[in-house]
């Protein structure tokens, strides 16, 4: 017990003489700071838009506690960068800017966390890109220590709704889109943030990108043009929207360069860090409305949304959606989403969903050649498969209403992916649901699987022609959404003549035996 005493008497006497210190005993610093980078490289923002957070450590290695006299940015109140240290912002007009007096413990170190947003015209007007540098200096009375900051902003377009402020509440109010929804010929208010296209802003050039804040729509009668090599940017939240009797036409071309994809037009988020270029669910869709007409999109990558496309309605116009030579990755919930729609796809590549590559609800029309679904979702687990069709939906009362499954035909197709099975047909027999699958590779395998119905009799060749089960396409790298598949691949050689192109994605001349899928078999190189 004695001995018990005197220990939380000693503790007690300890604690008691370190709270008796008043301060620690600072000195200049004498120009022997260590940092963990020597140049900072914020990745490329768009004007106006602000950056990622960037870090910056400092160490102070000597055993003395140093005091920094000034730490500034070398612009002064006039750069475009931003600094918080160790948590402080500085005060009055240099906010972020310069502090004064910072304190650094013998064998410590503090973080600099950097952020930019850049006006591209207050560099230079003429430019669409430029570098924009500045620099981090430590002034610690004998010696100036520099850290260089350096960013590549890019200039762009951008495409947003109107902002106004409710004068008797003070709340800012975000212009929302009104049209006709319901067919009656009366506009309806909608919650939807965005406004419709200009007629001057109906052609997307690829002189510069454009970045499109809330739904950029497209009116009755009007027609969006997007020309080939364009780069189309949407901010959270955001995307595109074609109401009834608008028109979507994507042109692009063939790329010559993979990586760079010149001719595609893309579809994506406005984080242009390499930390976003895979991250789904950053913006929301491409919503083709019920009555939109002769949408095209040719040699597209659209990428990172919540659903890919969106195509309501429809079902008996032909051209409602044409979908040719594009891809689609990283959709937190659907690539291609049809619901009661008519769509025809070919050459097209769908992969990594958070629910479907693709679905085909609520009855409809759809003819897929050559395509590539699958799915190898590894964000969280995913319930549905690769490509989901049904002829029904239920709404919030749980009251079902059907819809006729007019045509669901896919020919020499791949539907594969990370899990099984990776079809399901879910069939109201109380109406029509008609399909046919004819030279395509499926990974369906019963075994222990609780599904039943004549849509999976696949013994039925009036269903399921020439068709392949459970075989591996060996897929160069499906996780990265390299899709391409060898020369003895199960598919390699398996299709029919048989769609509108004799090319694959890649512009690729199919052979008089194609292979199925969007890729004709390439000899794989050895790593």
């Known amino acids: 017990m004695k001995r018990n005493l005197y220990y939380i008497l000693s503790v007690c006497i300890l604690m008691f003489w370190s709270s008796c210190r008043k301060d620690f005993e600072f000195v200049p610093g004498n120009g022997t700071l260590e940092f963990s980078k020597d140049t900072v490289y914020l990745d490329t923002v768009f004007t106006n838009i602000g950056s990622s957070t960037y870090t910056l450590k400092v160490y102070n290695r000597s055993n003395t506690d140093i005091v920094i006299p000034t730490l ?18 500085g005060s009055g007009v240099m906010v972020g800017k310069a502090f004064e007096n910072v304190e650094l413990l013998a064998k410590d170190s503090m973080f600099i966390f950097i952020e930019t947003t850049i006006d591209i015209e207050a560099l230079v007007a003429s430019e669409t890109q430029f570098l924009y540098t500045d620099a981090i200096e430590f002034d610690a009375g004998a010696e100036l220590q520099k850290v260089e900051l350096v960013s590549l902003v890019k200039d762009a377009i951008f495409i947003y709704p109107q902002r106004s402020i409710d004068n008797t509440t003070g709340q800012t109010i975000i212009e929302t889109l009104k049209f006709d929804i319901d067919g009656d010929g009366i506009e309806d208010e909608t919650d939807i943030q965005g406004r419709f ?198 709404d919030q009362d749980n009251n079902t209403f059907t819809n006729p499954l007019d045509a669901a035909n896919f020919t020499n197709c791949i539907i594969y992916g990370s899990d099984n099975p990776e079809l399901i047909l879910d069939k109201d027999a109380s109406d029509e649901f008609n399909f046919k699958f004819t030279n395509c590779l499926i990974k369906f395998d019963p075994s222990g699987l609780n599904i039943a119905g004549d849509q999976y009799d696949f013994n039925n060749t009036a269903l399921y022609e020439n068709v392949l089960f459970n075989l591996d396409p060996e897929f160069l790298d499906a996780q990265n959404n390299k899709l391409n598949i060898p020369l003895d691949s199960a598919a390699d050689n398996f299709g029919i003549i048989f769609g509108n192109l004799s090319s694959d994605i890649l512009n690729t001349p199919r052979g008089a035996t194609p292979d199925l899928g969007a890729y004709e078999s390439i000899v794989f190189e050895e790593d």
Request: proline content about 2%; hydrophobic content about 35%; some cysteine.
């Open 197 to 394: 296209l200009t007629d001057q802003e109906l052609t997307f050039s690829n002189e510069k990108p454009y970045v499109i804040y809330g739904y950029a729509a497209v009116n009755n009668s009007k027609t969006l043009n997007i020309a080939a090599g364009a780069r189309i940017h949407f901010h959270a939240n955001s995307g595109l929207i074609v109401t009834s009797g608008g028109t979507l036409e994507v042109n692009g071309l063939p790329s010559t360069d993979q990586e760079l994809l010149e001719g595609e037009v893309i579809f994506e988020g406005d984080r242009l860090e390499p930390s976003f270029e895979n991250v789904p669910g950053q913006w929301q869709a491409i919503w083709l409305f019920d009555g939109s007409v002769a949408n095209t999109i040719n040699h597209a990558t659209i990428k990172n949304s919540i659903v890919g496309v969106l195509s309501d309605g429809n079902q008996d116009d032909n051209t409602k959606l044409s979908i040719t030579n594009s891809q689609i990755y990283n959709s937190s919930n659907f690539g291609i989403l049809g619901r009661g729609s008519n769509i025809y796809g070919e050459n097209v590549v769908i992969n990594n969903c958070g629910q479907s590559a693709f679905a085909g609800t609520y009855g409809g029309s759809y003819n897929f050649v050559h395509s590539t679904m699958v799915n190898y979702w590894t964000h969280s687990f995913r319930q549905f498969p690769s490509v989901l069709l049904n002829n029904y939906i239920v």
């Open 72 to 89: 500034r940015l070398a612009q002064g109140e006039n750069s475009m960068f931003r600094l918080n240290v160790d948590g402080m912002i």
